[in-house]
């Protein structure tokens, strides 16, 4: 799922989550992950992964990205404007520059075996990246590390294994101030939570939802800190993991983001179909 984080002013104000407006806003596709807003640009990026293009939504209507994605499900924006992508067919994480050009191999491997097909990522303020390793489907059969990973890519570019699993982590989000990083656990049908230390490291697990309805996939937080699970719907949690609402959808939801100038609009990838879903509350995790 494609995400990056700006600091915005904690509403004190308290919102309804039980009242939203859905809207569709792209259909008729094979499959479709990771959405990201661009504040700079005021447009809604989507994968479409079985025909390994990437799609963007603005004013002017939906056209192709990008080609030939490596099969792209999720990504990140740093505060400098460069896109991250997490290429799941490819097994790598590569970063494009500001204004396009050749993409720059971050990590493919980890001490000398491939990775599993890294599927989320978010960027931290300080340019710590975090992105997950799980293996789904067929790529199961070429899998050469012996654990799912959550890895760390410190701002000198060095990957490390920051977390690992015998279960799959899935989606990824940071909390409003940055110091907690929440991980989707699709085996196990739950969420985690880890401080993060000053270099990057990841401390003190907890489970702050210890159940989803169905396999959680992408998670956002608001600026409330509940949490946003694509799941059996898009399903939110308060800040102390207990459920306030699930919102139903027509088809089963991958991934979500946060966007548009208010905030105030959740995008929802859900396999053959993106809708816009319009709430009370504000995101944080947009540049």
Same mark, same amino acid.
């Given at each position: 799922?494609?995400?990056?984080?700006?600091?915005?002013?904690?509403?004190?104000?308290?919102?309804?989550?039980?009242?939203?407006?859905?809207?569709?806003?792209?259909?008729?596709?094979?499959?479709?992950?990771?959405?990201?807003?661009?504040?700079?640009?005021?447009?809604?990026?989507?994968?479409?992964?079985?025909?390994?293009?990437?799609?963007?939504? %603005?004013?002017?209507?939906?056209?192709?990205?990008?080609?030939?994605?490596?099969?792209?499900?999720?990504?990140?924006?740093?505060?400098?404007?460069?896109?991250?992508?997490?290429?799941?067919?490819?097994?790598?994480?590569?970063?494009?520059?500001?204004?396009?050009?050749?993409?720059? =191999?971050?990590?493919?491997?980890?001490?000398?075996?491939?990775?599993?097909?890294?599927?989320?990522? =978010?960027?931290?303020?300080?340019?710590?990246?975090?992105?997950? %390793?799980?293996?789904?489907?067929?790529?199961?059969?070429?899998?050469?590390?012996?654990?799912?990973?959550?890895?760390?890519?410190?701002?000198?570019?060095?990957?490390?294994?920051?977390?690992?699993?015998?279960?799959?982590?899935?989606?990824?989000?940071?909390?409003?101030?940055?110091?907690?990083?929440?991980?989707?656990?699709?085996?196990?049908?739950?969420?985690?939570?880890? %401080?993060?230390?000053?270099?990057?490291?990841?401390?003190?697990?907890?489970? =702050?939802?210890?159940?989803? %309805?169905?396999?959680?996939?992408?998670?956002?937080?608001?600026?409330?800190?509940?949490?946003?699970?694509?799941?059996?719907?898009?399903?939110?949690?308060?800040?102390?993991?207990?459920?306030?609402?699930?919102?139903?959808?027509?088809?089963?939801?991958?991934?979500?983001?946060?966007?548009?100038?208010?905030?105030?609009?959740?995008?929802?990838?859900?396999?053959?179909?993106?809708?816009?879903?319009?709430?009370?509350?504000?995101?944080?995790?947009?540049?």
């Amino acid at each position: 799922m494609w995400r990056a984080l700006v600091f915005l002013p904690l509403l004190c104000v308290a919102q309804d989550l039980t009242k939203y407006t859905i809207e569709t806003i792209a259909a008729s596709h094979k499959f479709v992950e990771g959405p990201v807003w661009s504040a700079r640009e005021g447009h809604l990026l989507f994968s479409d992964v079985p025909v390994n293009q990437v799609f963007r939504i %603005d004013g002017k209507g939906k056209t192709v990205f990008r080609e030939n994605t490596g099969g792209v499900s999720g990504g990140a924006y740093d505060d400098k404007g460069r896109l991250y992508l997490c290429e799941a067919r490819t097994r790598r994480v590569v970063r494009l520059p500001k204004g396009g050009g050749a993409p720059e =191999v971050l990590a493919d491997a980890y001490e000398g075996k491939k990775l599993n097909g890294p599927n989320d990522i =978010v960027v931290t303020r300080n340019q710590h990246v975090y992105f997950t %390793d799980p293996v789904f489907g067929d790529a199961v059969d070429s899998q050469e590390l012996p654990f799912y990973g959550v890895f760390h890519i410190s701002p000198k570019g060095i990957a490390t294994a920051a977390l690992k699993w015998k279960t799959r982590p899935n989606g990824l989000a940071l909390s409003f101030d940055g110091k907690v990083l929440y991980v989707t656990n699709s085996d196990e049908r739950n969420v985690r939570a880890y %401080d993060v230390g000053k270099d990057g490291t990841l401390e003190n697990e907890r489970v =702050v939802i210890e159940k989803t %309805d169905g396999v959680p996939g992408g998670i956002e937080v608001d600026a409330q800190g509940n949490l946003f699970v694509a799941a059996k719907g898009v399903q939110i949690f308060s800040p102390a993991g207990k459920m306030v609402t699930n919102i139903e959808l027509a088809e089963k939801p991958s991934n979500l983001v946060f966007g548009d100038d208010s905030l105030q609009t959740l995008y929802v990838t859900a396999r053959t179909t993106v809708y816009r879903i319009l709430l009370e509350t504000k995101g944080v995790s947009i540049y």
